[in-house]
């Protein structure tokens, strides 16, 4: 059983203090320092007096390599490693943003967002023109003048790795991310975001004025209780006042 937190576990294909069965081991301490050759009882010794465990790290080798370490961080840094390698693995899919010869600015910007957080990802992004009816006679002007607009739009966020090409009615190219790219988009995200915050908060205060301006107009046209009269009825005369005398 472990000396540490971390006990043996049967999925870990590493043999864990007591488990070793070679009687001679090559030792490495927990810091990391090579030991050298001893016996199994001084490498458990040491990762008893530690409260580690000794972990057989390498039993391939003659004689195998065991280290006294936390076993359940290095499960933990283990499994992590292996999240991190699965993960880069999923990335580098194949990404497509089409685009048309009269996309308008606002779709075009959206595109180029879309693009960018392919790109971000890791992803290989191929940027796809597609033309229809008259635009044909003019396709390769079109092909040339827009594809290479988009690649320097989005020049900060990828290389070219196949240039432009045409296949019947569409032209083509694909782009690869540059190291940074996923760095970049996030600061350009908290950018825009904040200028929609910005944006938004205008509105607001714009809209607040406006109702506070229409409150006061409505105040102003509105008469004062005082000045109200039933129309048609004499004032009333006060009851308190002397009579005045006779003549």
Not at 118 to 138: N, P
Request: one cysteine or more; proline letters at 5%; hydrophobic letters at 30%.
């Amino acid at each position: 059983m472990g000396f540490g937190r971390g006990a043996p576990r049967k999925d870990s294909g590493l043999r864990v203090n007591e488990d070793i069965r070679i009687s001679q081991i090559r030792l490495v301490d927990q810091d990391g320092e090579m030991v050298g050759v001893v016996p199994k009882e001084e490498g458990l010794a040491l990762a008893r007096e530690h409260n580690l465990d000794l972990v057989e790290v390498s039993p391939n080798a003659d004689p195998p390599v065991c280290k006294v370490l936390d076993y359940g961080k290095f499960k933990y840094e283990q499994k992590k490693r292996e999240h991190e390698a699965k993960k880069k693995h999923r990335r580098g899919d194949f990404k497509e943003v089409r685009f048309r010869p009269k996309t308008d600015t606002h779709d075009r910007d959206i595109k180029l967002h879309r693009a960018k957080s392919f790109l971000a990802e890791g992803d290989r992004v191929q940027i796809t023109l597609m033309f229809r009816g008259r635009e044909m006679q003019h396709a390769s002007a079109l092909s040339r003048e827009i594809l290479s607009k988009v690649a320097k739009e989005l020049e900060n966020y990828a290389k070219i790795e196949r240039h432009i090409s045409r296949e019947g009615r569409r032209a083509s190219m694909s782009l690869i991310a540059k190291p940074g790219a996923e760095k970049l988009f996030a600061e350009e995200e908290k950018e825009r975001l904040e200028r929609e915050r910005l944006a938004k908060e205008k509105v607001e205060q714009r809209k607040k004025k406006l109702s506070d301006a229409r409150r006061a107009r409505r105040k102003k046209k509105e008469p004062s209780p005082e000045a109200e009269t039933t129309e048609g009825e004499a004032p009333v005369a006060d009851a308190t006042a002397e009579p005045s005398p006779e003549t």
